[in-house]
């Protein structure tokens, strides 16, 4: 199809260089002759040929899956998951570029055979990880499940609890959602990345088709989106949909709704100065830009007055539900909104003032117990653009571990990459005659997220996740147009080709410590089920899945670096009531990764533990472990009333507690956890590596007193009784099946 | 593709100023409604039903968001370009089930079974009278009656 605007615009203007040449003097430069140009010239002659690529990511996603299966994900090291990658699971990456590459090879690429390559192109990158973890990854997306399925149960949200609760609105929607489909909220979490990657590619080509003239250079966009998106925000996660509704708002304002170029009155006259104006040849000179570009986006859609009507009052519909859904998001849009309105690159001159005051209504309202007493942690770095991105950005690159750092350095090329090769792209466009006004707009626009809020370190990420889209779209201008040149079509072949190579490297190196294995939700389970409700929960950092379910029932502390102190200095700060200490594999690698701790870290503090008298481990599977510290407060001095459960319930006959509600679609689809042998208290010194037997044995006994959870129901059995003195006693009997050695800890 | 076809300058329009929706574009509209009208009913009724079956989180799923996306999507006069009426509907798709779940935390009045199921029917109700406008009258006039200002 011919863009709309060389039909309107047949003859190119004349455009200048610095040195006050005309560049349309120039011939064309002459069409690439590609390698593979009689694949798309043989396509009469050989009606199987154009299906070629398709024939290639068929064979790409077999290798693929049959690699999957030799991936061990919960042994990742420093490196992530990158250094675990059979060679099979290279060569099916390998042959799925290739069949992108060469299904992009026509000028206009069929489009089945392009949708297949790049179907089988996200599978190999975003779905991975799904496919290689027998349960979900990401403590974050786990926390998600558990708000979620609070909502379910109880509908009403908790934000004393947690800031989170206060933007509900993906929660509840999950909430509902996973009630009426009678699964788990934890249901939607394993493979929602790669869902999330493809829902996100319909935004990005409705972007790449309301700006790029050329089919190929379109497509070539999605597939740079989906190579060059290793932010790891596509989890099931509030802000994976804000995500959705940010871009999808954003593609209507400047298609529908888009302008072309009328700015408000005020910035007209400012960039009229004169100052302006030559502040404005001086740069494009220095450039090499010609001055009188034209803009190249196409013509806004033609629509009807009721159409449009109706268009704006869906997409304040759609900024509504994001501003109840997430809090950075909307933040971004607000700021994206105004800087197109100044651009005058849309016409909806309003919609940042409705989504400003969205936020400012949500957060005033229903968000007071997130800001209440925090203000200055909220506001504290706002305007402090440089210090946040040194913190998130530099910051992130001094690393303890050779590992780590080639993991951060890689993110960085990753985004430096993209980065520079949209500025290329939108130089050689400017160089051509057209200028990318809204996708410049779209791209820079959320660096101002840094000023605007305090999102800690994350903010660079999540400002590099806002102006994906539009980079991927400008990287594409690189291919775009009438005709090819040779060097730009090198060079963004070398580009994607480095972006798909620093993509397992970037996407997996979190894999270490953001892996939850079985055996770190079977412990879980067996703390549901054991542990009162309002104990304390003591961990190394918050890779667990500890929040999935029970929200608000336990309180949860971080050891910190007390872990490597001596055995005096541990015992004297652990709490002297009762309370319990949870270890997992992703906290040792955590503890490694980031913290810089020795590699036995883990097994040398568990060490530690078994020389307290006090403390005791009471579970143990192959990748975590749960510890029982005795309350050491005297019981003259300290009169401590046991935990309230149920209040006023008379302690002589205590009543059967009513079944909490479970919800029983939870464990379903959890695998078989091996469970090794708790070792008694005080047995001396403890490596951490476990019996092999066929068949194990393990009896626990549950702590006096406080409600007892039901059991999960994937492993073990055994009884409750509640004895005459209000306490109760759990026995649990566990057999498991023999397993394989466990790894650490 | 159909739906992915772009309007060109010189299509042909309509005497009464409208443009007429070419026959295969409106083959697709009339096919993507009557899938969204069937798979929100058969939610429904697996909802309504209290239906336990493993086909049920998919359907029920695929009706929330397709059905109720494509139920307000579907009325508009949108440029033919699938990627843009996809990522629409998408989004309101996702949209429409989150906001009748803040409704309900917002009131406490939590009863997501049953609200579901009624969206689900609801929807499958709008995406039937699409289906019954789309084979009638040929469906709504195309985009491009007033242009682009």
């Not at chain 1, 590609?34 to 299906?51: C, E, F, I, K, N």
């Not at chain 1, 670096?561 to 005096?568: C, E, P, Y």
Request: charged share 10%; hydrophobic share 50%.
């Amino acid at each position: 199809m011919e863009p709309r605007w060389t039909r309107r615009r047949p003859v190119l203007p004349q455009l200048q260089t610095a040195s006050g040449a005309s560049i349309t003097d120039r011939p064309p430069p002459p069409a690439v002759r590609s390698p593979l140009r009689h694949l798309t010239r043989g396509a009469s002659s050989d009606p199987l040929t154009p299906y070629a690529p398709l024939v290639l990511a068929v064979l790409g996603v077999v290798a693929w899956a049959l690699s999957v299966g030799h991936l061990h994900p919960y042994t990742a090291g420093a490196f992530g998951l990158v250094t675990h990658l059979p060679a099979l699971w290279w060569v099916g990456l390998l042959l799925v570029t290739g069949a992108v590459a060469l299904a992009l090879v026509p000028a206009t690429p069929r489009t089945t055979v392009v949708i297949g390559t790049i179907l089988a192109f996200a599978l190999v990158l975003h779905g991975t990880l799904s496919a290689a973890e027998s349960t979900p990854r990401f403590e974050a997306a786990y926390t998600v499940a558990g708000f979620a399925n609070y909502i379910a149960l109880h509908g009403h949200t908790l934000p004393r609890i947690d800031a989170r609760f206060s933007w509900f609105g993906m929660l509840s929607g999950d909430g509902m959602a996973s009630t009426a489909m009678q699964v788990s909220t934890m249901w939607f979490l394993r493979w929602a990345p790669l869902v999330f990657e493809l829902a996100y590619l319909f935004p990005v080509k409705a972007l790449a088709n309301a700006t790029l003239s050329s089919p190929r250079a379109r497509w070539a966009a999605v597939a740079i989106f989906l190579a060059g998106n290793w932010i790891d925000q596509d989890y099931f996660s509030p802000q994976a949909i804000g995500l959705l509704l940010y871009l999808v708002v954003l593609v209507v304002a400047i298609r529908t709704f888009g302008g072309r170029g009328l700015q408000p009155r005020a910035m007209r006259w400012l960039l009229s100065t004169r100052a302006m104006r030559a502040t404005r040849t001086g740069v494009l000179r220095r450039l090499y830009l010609p001055l009188d570009a034209r803009p190249g986006e196409a013509l806004p859609d033609a629509s009807t007055s009721r159409a449009r009507a109706a268009l704006s009052v869906l997409l304040m519909f759609l900024v509504a539900v994001l501003v109840i859904s997430h809090q950075i998001s909307p933040v971004a849009l607000c700021i994206v909104l105004f800087f197109l309105y100044l651009a005058g690159r849309t016409r909806l001159r309003t919609l940042w003032v409705f989504t400003a005051f969205g936020v400012w209504a949500w957060l005033s309202w229903a968000a007071e117990p997130f800001w209440s007493g925090h203000l200055t942690k909220i506001f504290g770095s706002v305007g402090s653009v440089g210090s946040t991105f040194s913190s998130s950005v530099s910051g992130r690159a001094v690393s303890s571990s050779f590992g780590r750092s080639v993991v951060e350095f890689s993110r960085l090329g990753s985004a430096g990459l993209i980065w520079l090769v949209a500025g290329a792209g939108v130089w050689i466009l400017w160089r051509r005659g057209r200028t990318q006004w809204n996708l410049l707009v779209l791209a820079v626009a959320p660096v101002a997220v840094g000023g605007a809020v305090s999102y800690g370190g994350e903010v660079a990420l999540r400002i590099l996740l806002f102006s994906m889209a539009p980079l991927a779209v400008l990287a594409a201008c690189l291919i775009d147009g009438p005709y090819l040149r040779a060097r730009a079509v090198a060079v963004f072949a070398l580009v994607g080709l480095a972006l798909v190579v620093l993509f397992p490297v970037a996407r997996f190196g979190n894999e270490s410590f953001e892996a939850i294995a079985p055996g770190d939700i079977a412990a879980t389970n067996w703390i549901y089920g054991h542990v009162p409700v309002g104990s304390t929960i003591l961990v190394f950092a918050r890779d667990e899945p500890l929040l999935y379910s029970h929200v608000g029932d336990y309180k949860t502390r971080e050891l910190g670096l007390v872990v490597l102190d001596s055995t005096s200095t541990i015992a004297s700060s652990l709490p002297h009531r009762t309370a319990w200490i949870f270890m997992t594999r992703s906290q040792l690698e955590d503890g490694i990764v980031f913290g810089g701790l020795p590699k036995d870290w883990l097994t040398t503090f568990e060490q530690k533990l078994h020389q307290m008298p006090f403390v005791r481990l009471v579970d143990r599977t192959t990748t975590a472990s749960v510890y029982r510290i005795s309350s050491r407060v005297h019981p003259v001095h300290h009169v401590v009333p046991p935990p309230k459960l149920h209040p006023t319930r008379p302690a002589a006959h205590p009543p059967k507690p009513p079944p909490p509600k479970v919800d029983h679609h939870l464990h379903q689809r959890l695998p078989t956890v091996h469970r090794v042998q708790p070792k008694p208290a005080g047995s001396g010194t403890h490596t951490g590596t476990h019996s092999t037997a066929p068949h194990r044995t393990t009896t626990t006994t549950a702590p006096p007193g406080g409600k007892v959870h039901n059991p999960p129901p994937t492993f073990g059995t055994g009884g409750s009784a509640a004895s005459p003195t209000g306490t109760s006693t759990t026995t649990t009997t566990t057999t498991v099946p023999a397993g394989p050695p466990p790894s650490a800890p | 593709m159909a739906l992915h076809r772009a309007h060109t300058e010189d299509e042909g329009v309509a005497a009464d100023g409208g443009r007429r929706r070419p026959g295969s574009e409106r083959a697709v509209r009339l096919l993507i409604a009557a899938a969204a009208a069937a798979v929100s009913a058969a939610g429904a009724a697996l909802v309504l039903a209290g239906v336990t079956s493993p086909a049920r989180p998919y359907v029920v799923l695929v009706g929330l968001v397709l059905g109720s996306g494509w139920a307000v999507v579907g009325w508009l006069n949108l440029r033919p370009d699938a990627a843009y009426i996809g990522s629409l509907t998408l989004a309101v798709g996702v949209s429409v089930p989150i906001a009748v779940s803040i409704l309900l935390v917002l009131s406490s009045w939590w009863h997501p079974v049953g609200v579901s199921g009624a969206l689900l029917g609801v929807t499958a109700g709008v995406n039937l009278l699409l289906v019954v406008r789309h084979s009638l009258d040929g469906g709504p006039r195309a985009a491009g009656t007033e242009g682009a200002s």
